[in-house]
């Protein structure tokens, strides 16, 4: 359950989990010594509300403290960031990342954080882009769809979420790959893609893995933008396998302001970490694709990913001066 504070439309969760079992006398003058708040940028219910709500009880037994999950939502997660970027970098306040998201938003414009504002601290899992299409659709394959694209240049409407985002991206390097032209429809969040589809208003989704697992009954895909095939899609093609070079993910974490002392960042990693391994088995049916990266390869995965989404963002034009 949650409740609306004042006009910034801030949610903060109602029930707070305390870690239970905690003899009397055993606390710590170690980090943590009380609440943690769990920044969820985005509304309820999404990929990041659905892994912090399994997270939260293991998260709380685990660093001994209460833990708050506070939605601050806005700005395709500009709100929440921003809002971590002021908080003290103490390790008390952190928040779930998306990467595209933290990367892109500030170079195409000013969404009050900039990606050096922020540290990262662990990504728990990411999920690839497929490219999906009715059931019922002309196009059985990847070659299909590419061979009409190549003898129709524009005429495949893609939908997805968001601009310069995770799905865009997607079709951006499946166009550059294929030297195809494709239109793209984008929508404000992933659940009005599936009706868009549905009812033929579009033609194909490029849709994250929990998306068109969550689907499969209804659409078909026809390929994976990851670099191995899917556990649960182990009959789905990658891009790769077929000739075409198209990796693309939304990459999820935690992160908190930057500053925060290494101890405190690698005690919350570390917590993640065991946390994220316990679940993987979960997480994988649903359609995540599990990772593990600690804050170093976090910070790796960041930087890799900032020059390519640069130059990206700069052939759409939308590259901020």
């Known amino acids: 359950m949650a409740r609306r504070l004042g006009r910034t439309h801030l949610l903060a969760a109602a029930v707070v989990l305390t870690a239970s079992g905690l003899a009397a006398g055993t ?27 399994m997270q939260q009880t293991p998260l709380a037994e685990e660093l001994g403290v209460d833990v708050v999950i506070e939605y601050r939502e806005g700005g395709g997660g500009a709100v929440g960031w921003s809002h971590v970027k002021d908080q003290e970098p103490d390790g008390y306040t952190f928040a ?28 728990y899992h990411s999920t690839p ?6 059931q019922d659709s002309p196009f059985q394959t990847l070659e299909d769809f590419i061979n009409f694209a190549k003898e129709n240049p524009g005429s495949i409407t893609v939908g997805g979420t968001g601009t310069a985002s995770g799905n865009h991206l997607g079709a951006v390097r499946l166009m550059r790959a294929a030297d195809i032209k494709l239109t793209w429809i984008p929508f404000p969040g992933s659940g009005p893609t599936i009706p868009a589809l549905e009812g033929g208003h579009v033609g194909a989704l490029m849709s994250n893995s ?3 697992q969550r689907n499969r009954d209804k659409f078909r895909p026809l390929a994976v933008a990851s670099t191995e095939r899917l556990p ?3 009959d789905t093609p990658t891009f790769q396998e077929l000739g075409y070079d198209v ?28 946390i994220n391994r316990e679940q993987a088995a979960e997480k994988t049916e649903m359609g995540f694709f599990m990772q593990y990266y600690g804050p170093e390869e976090s910070a790796e995965l960041v930087e890799r990913l900032r ?7 700069e052939e759409l034009g939308m590259l901020r001066n």
């Open 307 to 313: 020059g390519e989404y640069r130059t990206l963002i």
């Open 27 to 53: 606390a710590s003058a170690e980090f943590p010594e009380s609440t943690l708040t769990y920044v969820n940028p985005f509304s309820p219910g999404g990929e990041c509300d659905i892994v912090q709500r």
């Open 247 to 274: 990796v693309e993910a939304i990459y999820r974490g935690a992160l908190g302001p930057a500053g925060m002392p290494a101890d405190r960042v690698q005690r919350i990693a570390d917590a993640l970490d065991k």
């Open 232 to 234: 649960f899609f182990p």
């Open 96 to 123: 779930c990342f998306s990467i595209p998201h933290i990367i892109a938003q500030p170079m195409t414009r000013d969404p009050g954080y900039a990606t050096d504002d922020l540290q990262v601290i662990y990504t």
């Open 210 to 212: 929990t998306m068109a």
């Open 129 to 134: 882009q497929v490219l999906i299409v009715r």
